[in-house]
Structures are given as structure tokens and as C-alpha cells.
């Protein structure tokens, strides 16, 4: 079965797709409850509010009518202050005293709405008894529910009837003349007053339901659109070319980071001008005939261009262009795509030419790879989600047969995308890796564990002959790795027989770790094992009924060669095969900085109270941090492992000093530093940026971003405690330094 062993890392990747999409709906239902209950709290706290004058204007009428009904009364020839006085003064007094104090105390909570309920119909039963029981003060109690539907809560209208209903029956026996204006009540009356407040609460409840229901309508929608602008957003900067949005002004509106490396000025300086200021003269006229010409109906143009740099220098640029229209058809703005083409205009050997126009083929077809995988999701989506809804609605068995034939050809073709454009980033350069000392039992015991459910379900033992310890370190890219592993496991579990073995080891080989995974399978003759890393050669399993690109496991060689390892493979026909990962130990980091800590906090103290905030994804390198600064008693660090996490916790707690990774599951970190700095509440809060990215180019961008600081890993000890202890919580002024 090992024949076809290639093919079956799609479906893992696939899955890893699958559960990427589970992950972005998770966190967009997460949103969308975090500001539906950001809704209701708002609106508790707004009626807490409108209570707290009602009541207080309540308790002022009460006072008022008695002094006007009955001020005092008279015993002869001397008076006194009626009973009725005392009443709407003290008693008054105390039904608003202790709810107006819990609306201070407690705004919003679910006991202050239950208090100000039962306040509120203890008022309306005092403004029955000072009336003496007239008909129209009754109508206070069914305004009063009405007010309290204004929570949108219909529990609060249960307190408040049995308030009522209480009332109305003991002073109907006792003292119905309070209640009713008459000296003698039947007790049937007091159950038709409550069978009409029961009667008014039934439609409250219902229309309570329904203004909740809209409020999480409006979150969710709320939610989508924020996820939404946010991968566009994304899709827009992380372009690997120039991208703009020009006003048909042509004002520039909006660029990329790519395009201001391209002209070198800064997104702030190009805002501030418009196209025909960095283009060549003699190129204007022709410009703006070609923009005319989408205003005119053309749907897009691709031209070559010469826009001059901040230095002077021309720079040739290929734009293809469109005529971006709002919802009613009328032009908008121009979105522009911009290629650096000026070596292929100042070359002028063949050689060079033709290495040039490869390159810009490989880069072209990379681009294509990259728009194509975007442009086939929007339908993809639409096929599997409406795939999936007509499976949950009862379909036939033969019509449930056909649909099951959909979704799987659906997700056959998603994992094609995803595995092309993970080889065309590879191939043209811009695979983001982030090599860092990484826990390999850590990664381990994470894609055991993943690994386990697939396993039992096909009856195969998965063991273990391994027993790292904490203490061994690779140098890789972690989330990369644990891709890599969880393939190969994948396609060992998939292709073996049911009741077979796999078994995963180690050997250590001078500098090297070697990570083995050996199955009972059929194996892979010895012919073709030469195809076996050659992308979409499935080695005849196409015709075997299991599903897969041919990409898998070209795509895991690629991965370890771009952390600087290798992935090799010894197999033979009917005999399993063994395949193997192997990549450069390393030091722990703890390991190597023990015996510094002692010596550099010797040195270095810091004195001050502090709250610190580190945002960093790889656990080993959080418990670094963490035994750096455990005997640093005036130290709070806090740890976030995701950057949208990160971003609220520094909202939250306001920390004195953030450290960032760069790269992290859900935010790249520069978005993070830049949300940081747009923030009023976290502007001012100094960013120390700790990455393996040690480049000249990237320590600069980031300074320039507004990071403080910026501490390349392996950490020097004593440099990063120098750093926090000199970094303060106050506007960028402060010491900005990059130390390698």
C-alpha cells in the first residue's frame, strides 16, 4: 500500500485546512458572543441608570401628593402630619434607597435588576395606597413592567409579579380600602389584577425574547464583517507585490509595504500625494488615458510604467489595474498591482535576460497559484457548506450517496489548493519560517496525541521507542514541524493494514536528532522510490481509491530542507517502510542561560513594581522568560500565547512593558505592534520585539513600526534584562537599540 504513500499527506493537510477554518469560526463565534454580552451588559447598565431616576423621581411625587392630598390631620383644635406623609417619606425612602445603592455599587449585575424590579412594583403599590386605591394609579404597575421589559430580561418580570400579586390578595383581605378605594373587596378581584398583569407579562416576555435574539443577530453579523475586513486586510498587505488603491483623483488612498520598499517613501508620505507626483513625466498622459479607459468600461489593463523614487532614481514597475464600483455601479476607486521590473529593463546580456525572465515566470506563476487559491475558495466554500447543509437535511439514501460524492470531491480539490501554494511559497521564496530552539517531546507528544484517534479507528498500534527528556532542542519553525510529523505519521497509519504497526524512534547522529517513522505496510518498491518526492507522482495509487494530490510528501521534504534538515526514506516492496526527519539539535535555552542568571542579576536588578505582558506561541521559550524573571519579586508577568489573546490582555491590564514574538498562530506580531500603536489606551506602552529574525531589513522595519527595542533569539541574558530594566512605560523618547 506504501506505493500510493504520497498522496495520502493531502488529505492531513486537508484536515489541517479543515480544522484552520474551524479555528477562524470558532474565534469569529467567539467575537460574536463577546459582543453580544458587551450588548446586554451596556444595556443593564443603561436602564440600571434610567431607574435610578425613576425611582428617585418616584419617591419625590410620592412626597408631593401626600403633602397635596392630606398634609395633615386634624384632632380638635391641634394637627399633625398624616400617616400618609410618614409614609411617602420613609417608606418611600427606603424602597429607593437600597436599589438606587446597588445601581451605584453593582451597575448591570442580576441582582440589582432583581432589586430595582421588586422596588418598582413596591413603589407602584404605594402609589395605590396614597391615591387610596383609584383606578388610575393602577395603571402605574403596567407601566412600571413595561420599563422593566426595557432590560430585555424576562426574568426580572417574575419578581415583579409575585410583588404584585402578593399585594393586591393580603391587602385586598386587610386593608382593601389601600388598594381598591373600598371598605369591603371580594378576593376574586385581586386574581383578576394579577391574571392581567400575567396577561401584559406573557407579551413583555415574547417581545424580551425577540429584542435578544436581534441583539445576537446584530453580533454575529457584527463578527463576520470584522473577520471579513480583517483577511482582507491581510490578503492586501501581505502581498508579495506592490498593491494600491488610488482615488480617481488619483490620490493614493492606500499601499502596501511592499510598494513603499519599491519607491522608498513611507505609507505616510505617499498618502499625502498622488500618482503623478513619483511618476516619470513623459508616462502621465498615457497613465491617465489607460484610467480613463476603465472609467469608460474596460475591465482591466496590464502596462509598464516608470515611477520615479525618493532618490531619484527610476524604477520600472508592471501594473495591471481595475475599476473597483460601490454597490450601485458607480466608479470608486482604482486597484492597482504593481511588479518591479527594472532589471529586466537595465540588463543587457542574454544570460541575464533569460535568468530574469525565469525568475519573473516562477514569480508569475507563484502570484497566479496565490490569487487562483483565493478565487477558487469563494466557490469551494459555497459548495462544501451547502454540501454539508443538504446532508443534515434528511436526504435519501441515493440523493445522501451523491452529496457524500460532492463534499468529498470538494475537499479533494480544497486540499489541492492549499498543498500548491504551500510549494509555490517555497519555490519563490516567501515561506515564513521562524527557526528557533524548539522542545522536540513537546512536538512529539502533540502529534502523538492527534495521531491516536486515527489510529485506533483503523485498528493500528501506534508505539513509541522514545523517551526524550525535556532538555533536547532542535533548531525548526515548531507549527512546521509538527506538519511535517503529523504527515508522515498520517500516510504510515493510512497506508498500513488494518491491525498493523507503526513505531516512532530516535537516533542521534553527532549534531543531529533523526525523528523515525516505520510501518508494517506493503512498502514501495525500490524503482520508484526515485519519484517518490517529485510533486503529483502518485506512484500508480491514483487508481488504488484513496485519496490524494501527490504533494504531501514533497512539500514535507521542502519544509525540512527550509529549516535545514533532511527527510529521507529506506523502503522495499512488501517489506513497510521507514521514513525519517532529521534536523539540528541545539542548546536548550535554559540550559545555556543557567549559569548566566545568577551572575547578570547580580548586576542587573529591576526595582521598580512591574507588569509585563509576553506574547510568544513556543512554550519553551515562555518558560524562559519565566525563570529570567522568577527571582524578580517587583516583576507581574503575564503570558499570552495568541496575538488577538495578547491584544486584549494588554487592553485589560495595561502593562508597563509588552514583549513580542513575531511569529504567532492567529496575528502576525507586526500586526500586533501596529494595533498596539493605534490603540489610545496601548500607545504608549513600550514593545520590546524578540524574534529569530536577525536581518538587518526586519530589525529596521519593526524599529520603524514603533517597537522600542528589538532582542534577536538565542536571548543574551544580560542584554534582555538591561532592556527591560531601561524601558519605560512613557512616549517614544525613550532608547531604541536592536541587539543581535
Known sequence: MLVSRSGQDGKEDGMSEIALHSVEGKACAERA??????????????????????????????????????????????????????????????????PVWMIRVWPGARSTRYVVSIAQMLMSALLIGLTGGRIET??????????LSFYRDWRVLIPATIVVGLDHFLRGIYWPYTVYGVLNASPWRSFEHAGWVVFENVFLAIACLRSVQEIRAVAKRTAALEASERASRLIFEQAPIGMIALGLDEKFLRVNERFCQMVGYSEEELLQL???????????????KLAQGLIDGAARFTSDKRYVRKNGQPLWVSRTACLMRDSEGNPNHFLLMVEDISERKRSEAELRDAKEDADRANHAKSEFLSRMSHELRTPLNAVLGFG????????????????????????????????????????????????????????????????????????????????????????????????????????AVKYTPRAGKVNLSDEFNGGQIR??????????????????????????????????????????????HAMGGTLGVKSSAGNGSTFWVELPLTESPLDRLAGQIREAQERQHIVEERKILYIEDNLSNLTLIEQLLIDE???????????????????????????????????????????????????????????????????ERLLTAGARSYLTKPIDMSEFLRVVAQTKASPNTGEVCAAA
Open 388 to 491: 454539508q447543509l443538504l446532508e443534515r437535511q434528511n436526504p435519501t439514501d441515493t440523493q445522501r450517496t451523491r452529496i457524500r460524492y460532492i463534499i468529498s470531491a470538494g475537499r479533494h480539490l480544497l486540499n489541492l489548493i492549499n498543498e500548491v501554494l504551500d510549494i509555490s511559497r517555497i519555490e519563490a521564496g516567501n515561506l515564513q519560517l521562524s527557526l528557533e530552539p524548539v522542545a522536540v517531546a513537546e512536538v512529539l507528544h502533540e502529534a502523538l496525541d492527534l495521531m491516536r484517534p486515527m489510529a485506533s479507528e483503523r485498528d493500528i498500534e501506534l508505539s513509541v521507542s522514545t523517551q526524550l527528556d525535556s532538555s533536547c532542542y532542535v533548531s525548526a519553525d515548531r507549527q512546521r514541524l509538527k506538519q511535517v510529523l503529523l504527515n508522515l505519521m498520517t500516510n
Open 274 to 288: 498622488k500618482a503623478e507626483h513619483i511618476t516619470a513625466p513623459e508616462d502621465i498622459e498615457p497613465a491617465r
Open 515 to 560: 525523528l523515525i517513522i516505520t510501518d508494517t505496510g506493503a512498502g514501495i518498491p525500490v524503482e520508484k522510490l526515485s519519484r517518490l518526492f517529485t510533486p503529483f507522482d502518485r506512484l500508480g495509487a491514483e487508481h488504488s481509491g484513496v485519496e490524494g494530490t501527490g504533494l504531501g510528501l514533497a512539500l514535507c521534504q521542502r519544509l525540512a
Open 633 to 699: 519579586p517587583a516583576v507581574h508577568l503575564i503570558t499570552a500565547m495568541q496575538g488577538q489573546l495578547g491584544l486584549d490582555l494588554a487592553r485589560q491590564h495595561l502593562p508597563d512593558l509588552i514583549l513580542l514574538d513575531l511569529h504567532l498562530p492567529d496575528l502576525p506580531g507586526w500586526e500586533v505592534l501596529a494595533r498596539l500603536q493605534k490603540d489610545k489606551l496601548t500607545a504608549g506602552i513600550p514593545v520590546v520585539v524578540i524574534s529569530a529574525d536577525a536581518t538587518a531589513r526586519q530589525i
Open 138 to 147: 393602577h395603571f402605574h404597575v403596567f407601566g412600571s413592567l413595561v420599563i
Open 33 to 98: 458572543e463577546k459582543l453580544f454580552q458587551q450588548s446586554l451588559a451596556e444595556n443593564y447598565r443603561n436602564t440600571d441608570q434610567l431607574f435610578e431616576k425613576v425611582l428617585l423621581l418616584q419617591w419625590l411625587a410620592c412626597i408631593v401628593l401626600a403633602l397635596l392630598m392630606s398634609a395633615q390631620t386634624w384632632i380638635g383644635e391641634s394637627s399633625q402630619i398624616t400617616i400618609h406623609v410618614w409614609a411617602a417619606l420613609l417608606l418611600g425612602g427606603a424602597i429607593t434607597i437600597s
